[in-house]
């Protein structure tokens, strides 16, 4: 369908643009979340609701953990209820559990896209990925097999491993040094030639986004975007 999430991986040394992220946030607002790999542990923070505390957490990770790889994965719902606890990342476990923040002990799943045959009303497909996913893991630890099942999928995924390894499938590097699930570039121009089957869609009712100044301040419905 038209809703996208998009993944955006920090390598160590780069920093997170703001106004990329306010950007972004613009159609994919359902929540945020992040993990951190700081040399030593995998932290992970979700269920971030709002443009301003997630402006707020961008700040504070580009000052103290420039050095550290960052994923940071903003949500728009296609399946699942829309709640902190449906934020990404999931951990790699065969039970979820439900905390939003903490130290990790398995591996941290970041996706864009929608596996049709998962997720219900409740919890997202993603949610239910990372269940599956854990079954594997657990059994056999294997990096490689968790990539080979995630490249059949061929949707865009990050998965963090408690060791500081990333898995970035079909993530593409941008000049700002970091890495997206959608180019920034292609974002626009995919923001602009849908808006006109997203105008009816909650998104634009939910926030009255089609008048946000980002993109060129006030806009009557039946405007063209150029």
């Known amino acids: 369908g038209g809703k996208m999430c998009v993944i955006i991986y920090k390598p160590e040394g780069m920093v997170i643009e703001k106004e990329t992220v306010r950007n972004y946030w613009v159609v994919n607002n359902d929540g945020a979340g992040y993990g951190i790999y700081d040399n030593k542990n995998l932290f992970f923070r979700k269920g971030i609701m709002s443009l301003k505390e997630l402006e707020e957490e961008i700040d504070k990770l580009n000052k103290k953990h420039r050095k550290s790889r960052i994923v940071l994965h903003l949500r728009a719902v296609s399946k699942g209820k829309e709640c902190k606890e449906m934020t990404h990342p999931f951990s790699l476990t065969p039970r979820q559990n439900t905390s939003l923040e903490g130290i990790s002990k398995n591996p941290l799943l970041f996706h864009n896209g929608t596996i049709t045959s ?32 995630l490249k059949i999928l061929n949707q865009r995924f990050v998965v963090m491993y408690t060791d500081g390894d990333i898995l970035l499938i079909n993530m593409i590097k941008d000049d700002d ?25 909650t998104y634009w009712n939910k926030n009255n986004n089609y008048d946000n100044e980002l993109f060129g301040g006030r806009r009557r419905k039946n405007d063209k975007f150029e």
């Open 118 to 149: 998962l997720g219900d009303n409740e919890k997202s497909d993603t949610y239910q990925l990372a269940e599956l996913l854990g079954k594997i893991w657990n059994k056999t630890k294997d990096k490689d097999l968790i990539k080979d099942c």
């Open 177 to 201: 040094g970091c890495y997206y699930s959608i180019q920034r570039n292609l974002f626009r121009s995919y923001y602009y030639n849908t808006y006109n089957i997203w105008q009816g869609n």
